[in-house]
């Protein structure tokens, strides 16, 4: 089945930065859209970046110019590199695969990540 594991999440101090990573299996990691999202206490998940299978990307606006989404088709991973990160990106980080022909999508179990000094 398929299975999407994230890591690298923490606790950084504010203007900090981050790599989280996704390692997915039990898919054609190629064919699938790949983002990431994100929620915060008391808030609803909210989408943070996507990459297409071509390698196109998307920001939240809140992001833009901080994150870079990245994928390695070779290694089934897609990657979220977090600079200058700011109190209000504490999160649970969730990886998303999405089977955009078929409308499936498969969600990771999420990494926190905190940043406070």
């Known amino acids: 089945q398929v299975q999407l594991v994230e890591s690298g999440g923490g606790l950084v101090q504010p203007g900090g930065s981050l790599r989280l990573s996704c390692a997915a299996s039990?898919?054609?990691?190629?064919?699938?859209?790949m983002g990431w999202y994100r929620q915060a206490p008391g808030k609803l998940r909210e989408l943070v970046a996507t990459?297409?299978?071509?390698?196109?990307?998307n920001y939240a606006d809140s992001v833009k110019g901080r994150f870079t989404i990245s994928r390695d088709n070779a290694k089934n991973t897609v990657y979220l590199q977090m600079n200058t990160l700011k109190p209000e990106d504490t999160a649970v980080y969730y990886c998303?695969?999405?089977?955009?022909?078929?409308?499936?999508?498969?969600w990771g179990q999420g990494t926190q990540v905190t940043v406070s000094s």
């Open positions: 039990g898919m054609i990691f190629s064919i699938y859209h």
């Open positions: 998303n695969a999405h089977f955009l022909i078929k409308n499936i999508h498969y």
């Open positions: 990459i297409t299978p071509g390698g196109s990307t």
